[in-house]
């Protein structure tokens, strides 16, 4: 892809999320419906619906040979990422839209023959950006973000971790990661893959773990760590498929190749 062609297209998408961010609010000042799809802690709103339909609608009509995969299944069946594919999380972490209001991102990955060119994450209520370019670097609001510690070890780190792991579960070892808590500065849990990813970036977390992520909720936060020198594979350390669901995990090289001895599935 040609550098004009990601600037146009980073320039168009960068608009549209701010749109969607407003339409968001907008939404939120009225009753809307909230149901579940997998389980009751699986919940989804039609904001998410009627967000990802505008992303849909304004990628279509300005890239009709683009491709969407969108989190609520508006836009294709993506069976390959070859062209350019726009990889869209309309509400990420809707469990605090909900109950908080707060504390939730739209997220957007922008792929082309699998590649991440573009990432983009906004914050919507503290309308905070964090955008990463391939090859360009990693920017909050527009102001380039350092490079992460490559030198920042594991008892020195804090980590995102949901306390769902540390407890009895079918995928991981809970009496590793009982290890992993006692070794580490601290955890936290924000309730939204994006915008851990994001906090990864900025260096207010120093790596992420989970056991459960879709593409829609990785596919910008990698591309922007990517900026800033952190790496995200699947808990066994191979490549993550940006077209199946992922074990995670996201952080420097360092803390990266520490995590992985705490790390023992079931």
């Known amino acids: 892809m040609s550098h004009q062609s990601v600037e146009e297209i980073?320039?168009?998408?960068?608009?549209?999320?701010?749109?969607?961010g407003d339409l968001i609010k907008s939404h939120m000042k009225k009753p809307y419906e909230v149901d579940t799809k997998q389980d009751r802690k699986d919940l989804v709103t039609e904001v998410d619906q009627k967000t990802e339909q505008f992303f849909i609608d304004k990628i279509l009509t300005q890239y009709p040979d683009h491709q969407v995969l969108g989190e609520e299944g508006m836009g294709d069946e993506v069976q390959s990422l070859n062209g350019v594919v726009w990889i869209i999380d309309p509400i990420d972490g809707t469990m605090n839209f909900v109950h908080q209001e707060r504390f939730f991102a739209i997220s957007i990955g922008i792929y082309f023959d699998g590649i991440g060119e573009i990432g983009l994450i906004y914050d919507v209520m503290d309308d905070?950006?964090?955008?990463?370019?391939r090859g360009e670097g990693a920017f909050k609001n527009g102001k380039q973000l350092n490079p992460i510690d490559p030198d920042k070890h594991l008892e020195d780190s804090l980590i995102g971790?949901?306390?769902?792991?540390?407890?009895?579960?079918?995928?991981?070892?809970?009496e590793k990661i009982h290890d992993l808590v006692r070794k580490v500065k601290g955890t936290r849990s924000y309730g939204s893959a994006a915008l851990e990813f994001a906090f990864i970036a900025e260096g207010i977390?120093?790596?992420?773990i989970t056991m459960r992520l879709a593409p829609w909720?990785?596919?910008?936060?990698?591309?922007?760590?990517?900026?800033?020198?952190g790496i995200t594979t699947r808990v066994d350390g191979t490549d993550v498929n940006m077209l199946t669901g992922n074990t995670v995990i996201c952080a420097n090289r360092a803390i990266h190749h520490e995590l992985l001895d705490f790390i023992e599935t079931k």
């Open 10 to 20: 980073r320039a168009s998408a960068i608009q549209w999320i701010k749109e969607a």
């Open 128 to 133: 905070v950006l964090y955008e990463g370019v």
């Open 161 to 174: 971790l949901n306390n769902s792991w540390a407890i009895p579960n079918r995928k991981l070892n809970e």
């Open 205 to 208: 977390i120093d790596a992420y």
């Open 217 to 229: 909720d990785i596919a910008a936060g990698m591309i922007i760590v990517n900026e800033v020198g």
